[in-house]
């Protein structure tokens, strides 16, 4: 393995590259070298931000100079290598796929010559790693949708998209965590609030976790926004040795 | 209580930023000019990141009911309290009934309105910045709307004796703004005489710039091999060039993540002068190492400590149950807390 860059970004930050390419490897290194970095809560680092294949380290240079934080970076990357990691956590959430909850659905079947009961036995197969969190708040970079699936994007984006919708653009499957305008083509409805300010963790997801969908019916979705309403809901959250091909 | 009669433009909470959840995605935002709110908040005796009220281009107007400091920093207003011109950068005491008018800014963008009394604000994941894209913080998550009111602590009796900001220490605003720049990211994937014409070419500031980013016109077209990145973590004033070869600095609140190739980064000392940039205005970048960039940050804080010591010599620090003074006395200096006994 090549050894990681450690690069100045800016005066306030230090990018650790770990590679330039999107790979499960590159990104579970990336992922415990952050874990490694932000347990040892060092004094003038702000924010530390996981990628696809890289680390930004957000610093304030006049509580930490960038010599003794590059020789400290030095230090985690090395000893990061030869960890294994401990087990990944797989989320399962729950979707109500096609109808007014997913209206493009069609157009993602069409393109791809699949049925609606095709498109929605894919895109609950994989599972999906989440490579980083950004772009907005609790949005998670999903990686593994099938190719079978890969349809463009909205020629024109629509202005308003809920909060939840599950959505496929490209080579890529997400979930819109706030309503924003949007251009993906929207699939499903997932329920469970991916940001809650009020929750100690704020986001439902984890980068490095994996993320596995599963169907449900409009009956079961309406008990699950009641439950979501009244702050308690069920998540199924499974730790596993190694994540299912 | 704090009245808001006008609310101008778009003024909002605003404090030093909400850091440490950049890694899901939550954008630190905070104050675009760090120095003026910084020293605002230094006049009127609060912490450097109490909370303020920023103000784009002005048209604020406030009835205050109690007795308190204020400061008014930034951008170049003409402030008035109850209708007599009052200084900018410098202490202010209001009572009960006094009316400020902020007015319009004749150059910058961003004014602070900072406050001895701090106002009462519900903080979110350690701050009370105002959010607008996620609809958090500050009075709920939007700019502040005229008829509304601002709550503060109890009022206080004045404690600071009157501090004024020299010019030198000042964000300038307005005029032809030279800003530093360091090397970035993927400055290797542009072509050859990209830097260089960084350096020499000048541009304006685009119209359609924001708290976000600011868009930067100019003659010069910047071409990468490609102007598509794999997506990774973003820093404030980092500048990407997107496919049409137009600049965007990334300012207070920027995306955390992003996928266009990286040109150049704004050194942090000078931030605060492009922050106070406005549309149409031109600015020339200038070279500068990472050491340099590291100095120049450095020499700010050294300055502003400079300028603030003697000001300490009298109080440190204040709260409803204790005072704290800093004597110097043969060269010693002792830190003194007075309270008060009860009878």
């Known amino acids: 393995m090549t050894r990681p860059k450690i690069i100045a970004d800016g005066d306030c930050g230090i990018a650790v590259v770990f590679g330039d390419k999107i790979s499960d490897t590159l990104n579970r290194q990336v992922h415990r070298f952050t874990d490694d970095l932000r347990g040892k809560r060092l004094v003038g680092i702000l924010d530390i931000i996981p990628s696809y294949c890289s680390v930004l380290i957000h610093y304030d240079p006049l509580q930490i100079d960038h010599t003794s934080l590059v020789s400290i970076i030095e230090t985690y990357v090395g000893s990061s290598d030869n960890q294994m990691d401990e087990g990944y956590d797989v989320v399962y959430l729950p979707v109500l796929y096609g109808g007014a909850y997913g209206m493009d659905i069609g157009t993602v079947a069409a393109v791809n010559n699949l049925t609606l009961e095709d498109v929605i036995r894919l895109h609950t197969v994989p599972y999906y790693r989440i490579y980083m969190i950004g772009f907005k708040a609790g949005f998670p970079y999903l990686g593994g949708l099938l190719e079978a699936l890969e349809t463009p994007r909205l020629k024109t984006p629509r202005i308003k998209v809920k909060a939840g919708s599950v959505g496929i653009a490209g080579k890529q499957t997400g979930i819109y965590p706030q309503d924003s305008p949007g251009g993906w083509q929207l699939i499903g409805q997932m329920p469970i609030p991916l940001i809650d300010w009020n929750h100690p963790d704020v986001a439902l997801l984890k980068p490095g976790q994996y993320v596995k969908f599963y169907s449900v019916d409009e009956e079961t979705y309406q008990a699950l926004l009641q439950q979501v309403s009244q702050g308690i809901y069920p998540l199924k959250v499974v730790r596993v040795k190694e994540v299912p091909k | ?343």
């Open chain 2, 1 to 343: 209580m704090i009245r808001v009669d006008q609310a101008g433009l778009q003024s909002a909470i605003q404090d030093g930023g909400r850091y440490g959840y950049q890694h899901i995605g939550v954008t630190p935002g905070g104050v675009m000019d760090w120095q003026a709110y910084q020293l605002g908040n230094l006049i009127v005796g609060n912490q450097l990141n109490a909370p303020c009220i920023e103000v784009a281009y002005g048209g604020l107007e406030l009835t205050f009911d109690m007795k308190t400091e204020i400061a008014i920093t930034g951008a170049a207003f003409t402030p008035r309290i109850n209708g007599k011109a009052v200084p900018m950068y410098e202490t202010l005491y209001v009572i009960p009934g006094d009316h400020l008018v902020l007015g319009y800014a004749s150059a910058g963008v961003y004014g602070y309105v900072t406050l001895a009394c701090g106002l009462k604000l519900e903080k979110i994941l350690g701050s009370a910045s105002t959010d607008f894209k996620s609809g958090i913080g500050g009075i709920d998550g939007q700019k502040l709307l005229t008829g509304g009111m601002l709550e503060t602590y109890q009022a206080r009796r004045t404690m600071v004796k009157k501090r004024c900001v020299p010019e030198a220490l000042r964000t300038p605003v307005g005029g032809d703004i030279r800003i530093g720049v360091l090397p970035g990211m993927e400055l290797e994937r542009f072509s050859e005489d990209s830097w260089d014409q960084l350096l020499h070419a000048s541009f304006e500031i685009d119209p359609s710039s924001d708290r976000m980013g600011y868009r930067l016109k100019g003659h010069a077209s910047f071409q990468a091999d490609s102007h598509d990145i794999i997506s990774c973590g973003l820093a404030r004033g980092t500048i990407q060039a997107t496919s049409g070869g137009a600049l965007i600095v990334m300012m207070a609140d920027h995306q955390t993540t992003g996928g266009y190739t990286r040109l150049a980064n704004v050194i942090s000392a000078d931030f605060p002068a492009l922050a106070q940039m406005r549309p149409g205005q031109t600015l020339r970048f200038y070279e500068m190492t990472l050491e340099e960039a590291h100095g120049r940050l450095r020499e700010m804080k050294t300055a502003i400590e400079t300028w603030l010591t003697p000001y300490l010599d009298a109080m440190v620090s204040t709260s409803e149950e204790s005072r704290q003074y800093r004597i110097t006395f043969n060269h010693q200096t002792y830190v003194v807390q007075v309270s008060k006994v009860e009878e």
